[in-house]
């Protein structure tokens, strides 16, 4: 898609006046509004309908900017090298003198930091004086955003503007790492784990962790199309979606494709688009046959399993 600087400058008047915008990124479409704003912060958490205690990940154009607020340490720095602009956050100690809303932290000391890789995120950052607090674009629970639609679908009039920046290439959100003391995956995302354990030189390995919510993406019932989920099922029941890893001989109006050919990072992508279709085309029920539990595969159960809990 064409960068449109005129839109892009649109979004930032809107973003000045403490208002959210819709905006691009190359995980989900993300719900911006400035970061160091009580009032504009608050906005996300009333138009998502989202629990005051589920922190905000906040997105930065580049380093310079992160050091006004977080304290950086080798791990990240590492990390940051390899995988930055990209699907990934880190989670860092905040700084004492940082702006940032406490709305964004949950009163926490510690600040979850991304680097969105979208050309068209990337320049509107370059052009703001604050970093922005942007949690998927969608209300709490549901299915995140990956088009500009989807949002429009969300919040129709209630946000003042989006961003159109096409479709999100990864389709899934951001891996997050915890670097506060040991590091941890905190949620599974576009950056495989095996990739963070080889720059790290570790064996890192996810842990879901419900009760305390240190990050995003630990909600017990999230990614939600809001009808009953059913994991590892050979066939469907009469009148239920029936979403299937790779495409095979078996067709219908109720069969939906993740991927051609079991490639585990094209079902990602294409995982919420195919429950937002479903949902739309007002199906009562999903089941999900068998998906590996392997590289982006256990991600998608992860999203599943959240999502099933409806």
Do not use: W
Not at 28 to 47: D, H
Not at 147 to 158: A, C, I, L, N, Y
Not at 169 to 189: A, D, H, M, Y
Not at 248 to 275: D, H, P, R, V
Request: hydrophobic share 35%.
């Amino acid at each position: 898609m064409k960068m449109n600087l005129s839109n892009i400058k649109k979004s930032k008047f809107y973003l000045d006046k403490n208002e959210c915008v819709g905006i691009p990124t190359e995980t989900v479409y993300g719900l911006a509004a400035n970061a160091y704003s009580q009032s504009a912060t608050s906005k996300i958490f009333r138009l998502k309908k989202r629990p005051k205690k589920n922190p905000l990940i906040v997105h930065y154009y580049n380093l310079k900017m992160l050091k006004n607020d977080c304290m950086l340490n080798e791990d990240f720095l590492k990390l940051y090298k390899k995988f930055s602009p990209g699907p990934i956050t880190f989670v860092l100690k905040l700084k004492k003198g940082s702006k940032i809303s406490k709305n964004v932290t949950n009163k926490k000391k510690t600040l979850a930091v991304r680097f969105p890789k979208h050309p068209i995120s990337r320049k509107l950052l370059k052009l703001l004086k604050y970093p922005l607090a942007a949690p998927s674009a969608n209300i709490s629970t549901k299915i995140s955003a990956v088009t500009s639609q989807d949002v429009k679908d969300e919040f129709g009039k209630k946000l003042k503007y989006i961003l159109d920046g096409g479709a999100s290439k990864v389709g899934l959100e951001s891996t997050i790492v915890g670097l506060i003391n040991k590091p941890q995956i905190l949620r599974l995302g576009g950056i495989e784990v095996k990739r963070i354990n080889k720059i790290l030189k570790t064996n890192l390995k996810y842990k879901r962790k419900d009760k305390t919510l240190i990050v995003p993406g630990q909600l017990k019932i999230h990614y939600s199309p809001g009808i009953p989920i059913r994991m590892n099922v050979n066939s469907p029941r009469l009148n239920e979606a029936f979403i299937l890893i790779k495409k095979k001989k078996t067709s219908g109006k109720n069969i939906y494709y993740l991927s051609k050919t079991k490639n585990l990072k094209e079902a990602a992508k294409n995982l919420y688009k195919t429950l937002r279709m479903i949902k739309n085309k007002k199906f009562k029920s999903i089941a999900v046959e068998k998906i590996p539990n392997v590289g982006f595969g256990e991600a998608i159960n992860d999203r599943l399993l959240r999502a099933a809990k409806f």
